[in-house]
């Protein structure tokens, strides 16, 4: 199974068991439009449902990671309840079972911030930056970005830039703990690329079941979140993977695994 765009404004390509989807709307700093947020439910879907894709990477094409959703189109919606039930791109990354990691090639502002937010592991280019400017237009976000950006950073550095909404630089955002790394820009995407082969590389199931499990981590009290690992250690401990797993550490050789 290959996974494709059916729109030319998110590109998806493959290599190995690692997909990278890049928004290319360069010309509109890869803002987002109802139509691309659709396009990438249908992408989602596809790569949660391809055994051979094992991570993604999720950037985009010139300056911009992303600057949130286009502005310019949100006036289509006949009423706010409209707006609110719409198919939104953050939803659509939340969906997605492969670990995925933000390449942040420029600027990750509104609901690119979000974006970023809503991906397992976020690496930046040197030239980027970071902002949550919802206020400025009077309103706030709405795909995760306080919840997420307090769970990054800290309750007073998420106030710092929900309320004020000015945008801070990669090295900021890195002591800051928004972005595990900072590279310069012409190496971003083969770090990125590079990261995704290591975790694809890992047993599929260890590795989406680590990722549903940090998901609890961040939802469940304590006691109920280490139970919840419990059992889903037990599960992978059980999986084909894992008894593969056993046998190349008692083997001293790599590992071979499939999925199961």
């Not at 998110?10 to 290599?15: Q, S, Y």
């Not at 600057?67 to 919606?77: N, V």
């Not at 599960?235 to 797993?245: K, L, P, R, S, Y």
């Amino acid at each position: 199974m290959t996974v494709t765009s059916d729109t030319a404004q998110i590109a998806v390509e493959t290599e190995g068991h690692v997909a990278t989807v890049r928004l290319n709307r360069p010309e509109k700093l890869n803002a987002v439009t109802q139509s691309m947020s659709d396009a990438l439910v249908r992408i989602v879907r596809a790569l949660n449902d391809d055994a051979e894709i094992r991570a993604v990477v999720y950037t985009g094409t010139g300056r911009a990671f992303s600057a949130g959703s286009d502005i310019s189109t949100l006036d289509q919606y006949a009423t706010p309840w409209e707006f609110r039930n719409r198919r939104d791109y953050c939803d659509a990354l939340r969906e997605l079972r492969k670990p995925v990691i933000a390449a942040v090639n420029g600027y990750a502002f509104g609901g690119g911030l979000e974006a970023s937010l809503t991906c397992d592991i976020r690496l930046a280019a040197d030239s980027a930056s970071f902002a949550a400017p919802e206020i400025k237009l009077g309103w706030i976000g709405g795909g995760g970005m306080s919840v997420l950006l307090a769970n990054s950073i800290g309750a007073s550095n998420a106030a710092l830039m929900l309320m004020s909404g000015d945008a801070i630089d990669a090295q900021r955002a890195l002591a800051w703990g928004l972005v595990s790394e900072v590279v310069p820009a012409d190496g971003l995407l083969a770090r990125a690329q590079e990261l995704a082969a290591t975790i694809a590389s890992r047993p599929p199931i260890a590795a989406e079941t680590a990722k549903a499990n940090l998901r609890a981590a961040w939802n469940l009290p304590q006691d109920q979140a280490i139970a919840y690992e419990r059992e889903m250690q037990g599960i992978t401990f059980a999986t084909a993977d894992a008894a593969e797993g056993r046998a190349a550490f008692a083997q001293k050789r790599p590992g071979l695994f499939q999925g199961r």
